[in-house]
């Protein structure tokens, strides 16, 4: 068997800095013509009304996050990490959380919300 048919395994270290990770409360995803992009965020303070200054009228509910992590992946890792986020979530949802649906997301038999019977 040549190198060029051999598996590759590779060899991941996290940094001990790293290890436990970083909280964040969401997560916004764009792209580039080179990349996909992930900032992780993590909610700063409360909401807090937005106030038009001539009116006085409540305009929007402003609220104040601070990317703690930016990630980015090239397009064609984005397949992978697709199917590996599926494939978390299914089990998550038949070890942990049978019931839990996400009230934000879309209905209907092709939209996220699951459950492990559909």
């Known amino acids: 068997m040549s190198s060029d048919e051999l598996p590759q395994e590779f060899q991941i ?3 001990d ?3 436990t990770g970083v909280p964040a409360d969401f997560a916004s995803v764009w792209h580039t013509p080179t990349s996909f992009i992930l900032d992780f965020i993590a909610v700063k303070q409360p909401p807090s009304p937005a106030t038009d200054p001539e009116s006085g009228e409540v305009t929007s509910i402003t609220v104040p996050g601070r990317v703690v992590s930016r990630v980015r992946i090239p397009p ?3 397949f992978e990490l697709a199917k590996a986020l599926t494939m978390q979530l299914d089990a998550w949802e038949k070890e942990s959380a049978p019931n839990v649906r996400n009230p934000g997301a879309a209905e209907g038999p092709d ?3 699951r459950t492990p019977e559909n």
């Open 13 to 15: 270290d996290v940094p």
């Open 76 to 78: 064609q890792q984005v």
């Open 111 to 113: 939209g996220p919300n």
């Open 17 to 19: 800095e790293m290890e």
